[in-house]
């Protein structure tokens, strides 16, 4: 009795559970998990909207698409924070979503693919990258030499130059067959945008700094309203409540060039995914081994292989969210799984889905300067941190530049080359991305040059989680 009396006066104390698996109250967890939304949604959506109006749809058409991409995004999310056992899932506050660093080789296949068959051999191509993820993925920690952050900031850099010219369309009004396409009522709206979301990170703190993108596409779309500038009609035809369809564009086709061009993609995707889930892991002050790594991306690899099934795009890491942990100092991963779960949310109610198409797309376009010039920042970011006092580096990144621009610069460059070199050539990401990792094993890898620097180049990280939003 004395000893049992001796137990219960000296309990033992409860084991501490670490920051990651914090199980929050909901005056914190509700708007620790918006804050994440704020900064992902803008990103979630970018890629549907922009694939959709290459491939021609109507506003059901587009409204669909970005159902899907929010559903998919919130069931990968949960995936990736909650886990499956040691399958899947690193079991971290990150948020997976379709990735705009796939959009520029998905606008070539559109452009070189019969009307009606574009999505179909986008999403063909997306299934294949998808097994090509899953396949890779555990081996991927070796080949991440060959994408040091002089690599990774080439293509991340691509990404955002070359989809610059997407907001500019938008800012003169999206549809350049139509008569006021770059009205000046449209530019005066995108330069309003602009000018809101500068406004907003110019003089406010914390959370509405964070949701400056945002909080400009509210505010240029109720003032584009009184001018009859913004279309109600999707949000009029869209159901209330339903799940994707299958396939509802079309069975997957699958083109051999249009699939190379996706892979290489992958190749980025995983290597920022990698990337992210390193500094996450810092963060986080959580270990993020080799078997976190396989596992987290090969959560990326199914729901992009999943994914078009219902409609969705590549899939990988937002580094926005990873910079909402670091900022925040929240660390929980339930409150990404809350935020995936109101993804989920968003995507089974089209309804919501449609209010997206609600905003003009001058006010699309305003915000867009900012985001995709972002992204282009980053990369320049990345490379200020990959040597670049070094000339071969130099001749690196000016060659691949080059490379990647030539599409931008000359849009008729490759018109005489065979139909899968265009596709593959043809889109600056893939392109820039080719030469870069070539240049990469010829000046680091191969010969008898001075292994001491290379060395050094390779086990640096593969960028700062780097992400397009």
Not at 32 to 53: D, R
Not at 446 to 457: F, Y
Request: glycine share 10%; charged share 10%; hydrophobic share 50%.
């Amino acid at each position: 009795m004395a000893q049992q009396a001796h137990v219960e006066k000296h309990p033992v104390p409860p084991v501490p559970v670490h920051p990651v698996d914090e199980k929050l109250g909901p005056k914190r967890l509700v708007p620790a998990a918006l804050q994440h939304i704020a900064a992902m949604y803008a990103g979630v959506v970018t890629p549907p909207l922009i694939i959709g109006q290459a491939a021609h749809l109507d506003s059901a058409g587009q409204t669909r698409l970005i159902a899907a991409s929010l559903l998919i995004a919130g069931l990968a999310t949960l995936l990736q924070t909650l886990g499956i056992r040691k399958f899947a899932g690193n079991r971290l506050p990150f948020v997976n979503a379709a990735s705009s660093a796939g959009i520029t080789p998905m606008l070539a296949i559109a452009e070189t693919t019969a009307k009606g068959h574009q999505l179909p051999a986008i999403y063909g191509a997306v299934m294949v990258a998808g097994v090509f993820c899953l396949a890779v993925g555990p081996f991927f920690g070796k080949l991440l030499r060959f994408f040091p952050p002089l690599v990774t900031g080439v293509v991340i850099t691509l990404i955002g130059v070359t989809l610059m010219p997407v907001p500019v369309g938008w800012a003169q009004g999206g549809d350049k067959q139509a008569a006021d396409y770059g009205d000046m009522k449209h530019l005066a709206l995108a330069g309003f945008t602009l000018v809101v979301i500068l406004l907003i990170q110019r003089f406010t703190q914390g959370f509405l700094k964070q949701i400056a993108l945002l909080l400009g596409l509210v505010i240029g779309t109720l003032a584009a309203i009184p001018f009859g500038m913004a279309d109600f009609s999707s949000l009029r035809e869209a159901p209330v409540a339903a799940l994707p369809t299958p396939f509802a564009f079309g069975p997957p086709e699958f083109q051999p060039a249009a699939i190379l061009s996706l892979c290489i993609v992958m190749l980025v995707l995983m290597t920022e995914s990698s990337a992210g889930m390193l500094a996450l892991g810092e963060i986080c002050d959580r270990e993020c081994t080799s078997r976190t790594i396989t596992r987290g991306l090969r959560t990326d690899g199914i729901a992009t292989l999943i994914g078009p099934i219902f409609g969705g795009l590549p899939t990988s890491a937002f580094a926005q969210n990873v910079g909402v942990v670091s900022l925040t100092k929240v660390r929980s991963r339930y409150v990404v799984a809350v935020a995936g779960g109101a993804l989920i949310v968003l995507g089974a109610f089209p309804v919501l889905g449609a209010v997206v198409n609600l905003v003009p797309m001058p006010v699309l376009g305003g915000a867009g300067i900012v985001l995709f010039g972002s992204i282009a920042v980053s990369g320049i970011r990345t490379l200020s941190e990959a040597g670049l006092d070094d000339s071969s580096n130099i001749i690196l990144v000016a060659v691949s530049l080059g490379a990647g621009i030539i599409p931008l610069a000359a849009p008729t460059f490759y018109a005489d080359f065979p139909a899968w070199a265009q596709t593959v050539l043809g889109s600056g990401i893939s392109a820039g991305a080719l030469v870069a990792v070539l240049l990469n094993l010829f000046f680091h890898h191969l010969g008898t040059r001075s292994t001491t620097r290379a060395a050094v180049l390779s086990a640096a990280s593969p960028g700062s989680g780097t992400h397009i939003p």
